[in-house]
């Protein structure tokens, strides 16, 4: 069974400080691919991200990087200088080989204030 | 840019009524997908499909629940007789490439309402 935590329910910041949202996944496949979405209030989701498992490289683009460190099974992102535009849900996500269905973590709320 | 698209944004029912949401996948993908989120909760898969027939179903995805392309653009999600429990944001996705690399496309979702 694959399985994605997302410990962080809720996180609030000021704008410009930079923030990390954590993500643990549990799978007992050998390649997988992990995702990050963004579900801003208006519903939809936004594809930001995906790695593979064999690619441990952390990914920048932009104000966001991405952190996947396969010893701690973890997948973190990191916002540098938030803006109020960050705010939304950030879903972790999950598939690995044995299936095609995506595995979605609980999800962060993001709140930037200004 | 090309996108999901999905129909209606919106829709209230009565319990035990027949309800069809509707999604146009990104033209040239051939695996199609629907996901639910209740308020306030994450998102769950359904049902995958591909080559005209279901490739794989969540226990989610009961007797009540049916899938079909029925034309060379649409893909629809009915439910049979609603349940209140089935009131949620209901996302088609589609992808071009088969397996586990391609990136799903997400629609705005469809948000259904039973009362």
């Known amino acids: 069974a694959q399985k994605v935590t997302q410990a962080q329910t809720e996180i609030s910041v000021v704008e410009k400080e930079d923030v990390t949202l954590d993500c643990v996944y549990e799978t007992r496949d050998t390649t997988y691919y992990l995702f990050w979405y963004k579900q801003p209030p208006s519903g939809e989701l936004v594809f930001l991200i995906r790695r593979n498992s064999f690619d441990e490289q952390n990914e920048i683009s932009g104000r966001y990087s991405w952190n996947f460190q396969k010893s701690t099974s973890s997948f973190n992102f990191t916002i540098t200088a938030s803006q109020v535009v960050d705010s939304a849900v950030y879903f972790c996500?999950?598939?690995?080989?044995?299936?095609?269905?995506?595995?979605f973590g609980e999800g962060t709320q993001l709140t930037v204030n200004p | 840019e090309p996108e999901v698209t999905q129909t209606p944004s919106h829709q209230v029912t009565q319990m035990g009524q027949e309800v069809i949401l509707r999604c146009v996948p990104i033209s040239n993908h051939l695996y199609f997908y629907w996901y639910r989120q209740i308020l306030g909760q994450k998102v769950e898969f359904l049902v995958s499909f591909y080559n005209n027939e279901i490739s794989e179903k969540s226990e989610i995805f009961d007797d009540q629940f049916s899938v079909e392309r029925p034309d060379g653009s649409n893909f629809t999600l009915k439910i049979r007789s609603t349940k209140l429990e089935d009131s949620a944001m209901y996302f088609c996705a589609s992808q071009f490439a088969g397996g586990h690399t391609g990136e799903l496309f997400f629609g705005e979702g469809s948000r259904l309402t039973v009362l």
């Open positions: 996500a999950l598939r690995g080989t044995s299936g095609s269905r995506l595995t």
